[in-house]
C-alpha cells in the first residue's frame, strides 16, 4: 500500500434488509454442534430436558447453580435455544390454584366484555388475560408467592439476564379448534415491522435477544394433539431472523421442519426470543390447553407491560413476613422467598429522581427488592413497610 493512501475500514454489514435474507445461510445454521450438557437428563427433538428434582441439590449449591446457570445460557444462545425444565412444579397443586384464580379472572373479564387478542393468532377459540402477573399478585397474594417461590425459573431467569429481571405474564388458553399462530420471533425486535426492524443497525439485532426470555409454564397436560409450541431448534442462530421471519419461504422450511415436545401439568418450556416459534392448533375435542406464558426483561431493557409493582409488593408483604416469623429458614426457604421477591419488586434502582433519590454509600440508591429484603431482616410490620415503600415511591417520582 501506498504510504499516502488512507487504509480502508472493513466495517462488514451494518445494516439487514428483508430482500438480503437468504433461506440456504439460515438452513446452515441449524446445525447441532454436538456438544454434551452435564445436567440434562435427556435430549428429545434436539431439545434439552432438564429434570428439576434430580437438579435440586444443585440447585442449593451457589457453586453448583453457576455451572448449570452456564449450560443454560448456553443453550439458550449457541446451543437448541430452548429447553424444557421438566416438573418445575413437582407440587402441581400449585399450579392447579394459580389456575383456579386464572379462571376466575377469564370468567369475570369476559361478564365485562373484555377480550384478550393474540399477537400471532386470529381471535377466536383462544383466552387471554394480558398483565396476569400483577392480576395473580392482587387477587391472591399468597397463590403468587407459592407460585413463584420457585428456584429453578428464578435460575433460569437470572441465567440469561442477570439479576434485577422484571417478570411479566400473560395467560393463554387454547380451546379445542383453536387456530395455530404463524411462525415468529418475540419481543423486542419481533415485534417491529419490516421497515422499522430495518432502520436498527446489525449490532442492535444481535442485541435484541438478551433482552428478553420467553417461557411457559403448563397448567394442563399438553399432548402433541393438543398443539403445544412449534419449535425450530437452532433457528436463534440466524442473525438476521428478525427481518425472515415473515417472509413466505422462511415460514414454509419451518413448518416443514418444526417440532414439537408434549409437556405434562407443570412442565416450563424456556426459548431464546430469537427462536422461530409458533403455537400449535388444538385439534383435540376436550382438551383446554393453558399455559402462563413468562415474559422476561432485563433489568437493562424494557418490558412489554406496565405493572404496579408497588401495589404488589404491598400485597405479597404480609405473606412473606409472616412466613418469615413462623420460623421458616434454610437455604432453599430464603432462596424461595428470593424467588417470590425477584418476580414481583423493582430489582433495577434506576431511572429515578437524584435530586430526591440521591446514591448513599454507593453507586446508587436502594431499590424495591432491596427495600423489601431490608424490611423482612429487620422484622418490619406490613404497615411500616407500606409507609416506607410509598416514600420510596415519593422519592422517585420526577413529577414531585
Keep these: 500500500m501506498n504510504q499516502h493512501e488512507t487504509p480502508v475500514v472493513d466495517l462488514g454489514r451494518q445494516w439487514y434488509a428483508e430482500r438480503e435474507c437468504s433461506l440456504e445461510a439460515f438452513v446452515n445454521r441449524l446445525h447441532d454442534d454436538g456438544r454434551s450438557l452435564r445436567f440434562a437428563s435427556d435430549v428429545r427433538q434436539r431439545i434439552p430436558v432438564y429434570g428439576c428434582q434430580a437438579l435440586q441439590s444443585v440447585l442449593d449449591d451457589a457453586t453448583q447453580r453457576a455451572q448449570l446457570q452456564a ?53 377466536g377459540a383462544n383466552d387471554r388475560i394480558w398483565n396476569a402477573q400483577q392480576k395473580l399478585c392482587l387477587e391472591a397474594p399468597a397463590v403468587f408467592v407459592d407460585y413463584f417461590a420457585n428456584l429453578p425459573l428464578m435460575a433460569l431467569c437470572e441465567a440469561w439476564l442477570g439479576p434485577c429481571y422484571q417478570m411479566t405474564s400473560q395467560v393463554n388458553v387454547v380451546r379445542p379448534g383453536g387456530a395455530a399462530q404463524e411462525a415468529h420471533r418475540d419481543y423486542h425486535l419481533g415485534f417491529q415491522t419490516i421497515e422499522e426492524a430495518q432502520r436498527y443497525p446489525a449490532h442492535v439485532h444481535h442485541v435484541s435477544p438478551f433482552l428478553t426470555l420467553q417461557g411457559a409454564v403448563a397448567h394442563s397436560d399438553m399432548p402433541l394433539e393438543s398443539g403445544p409450541t412449534k419449535l425450530l431448534p437452532y433457528s436463534q442462530r440466524y442473525a438476521e431472523g428478525y427481518l425472515a421471519w415473515r417472509r413466505a419461504d422462511f415460514r414454509a422450511y419451518f413448518e416443514a421442519h418444526c417440532v414439537q415436545l408434549p409437556l405434562a401439568k407443570g412442565d416450563a418450556l424456556f426459548f431464546n426470543p430469537a427462536l422461530f416459534h409458533a403455537a400449535g392448533a388444538n385439534r383435540t375435542a376436550d382438551v383446554q390447553r ?34 418469615r416469623t413462623k420460623g421458616g429458614s434454610g437455604v432453599a426457604v430464603e432462596l424461595a422467598s428470593v424467588a417470590a421477591i425477584a418476580s414481583c419488586a423493582e430489582g433495577y434502582p434506576f431511572p429515578t429522581n437524584l435530586d430526591r433519590d440521591p446514591p448513599v454509600g454507593g453507586l446508587a440508591p436502594e431499590s424495591q427488592q432491596a427495600l423489601m429484603q431490608r424490611a423482612l431482616r429487620e422484622d418490619w410490620e406490613p404497615g411500616r413497610f407500606a409507609q416506607a415503600l410509598r416514600a420510596h415511591d415519593a422519592r422517585r417520582d420526577p413529577a414531585t
Design 290 to 323: 393453558m399455559a402462563n406464558l413468562l415474559q422476561v426483561s432485563s433489568a437493562m431493557g424494557r418490558a412489554m407491560e406496565a405493572l404496579d409493582r408497588t401495589s404488589m409488593c404491598e400485597a405479597i408483604y404480609p405473606v412473606l413476613h409472616e412466613r
Design 71 to 123: 449450560e443454560w445460557a448456553y443453550v439458550l444462545h449457541d446451543g437448541a435455544g430452548v429447553l424444557v425444565l421438566e416438573r418445575a412444579y413437582a407440587n402441581t397443586q400449585l399450579v392447579d390454584e394459580a389456575t383456579a384464580v386464572f379462571e376466575s379472572i377469564i370468567r369475570d373479564e369476559r361478564e365485562k366484555g373484555a377480550s384478550g387478542a393474540d399477537h400471532f393468532a386470529k381471535a
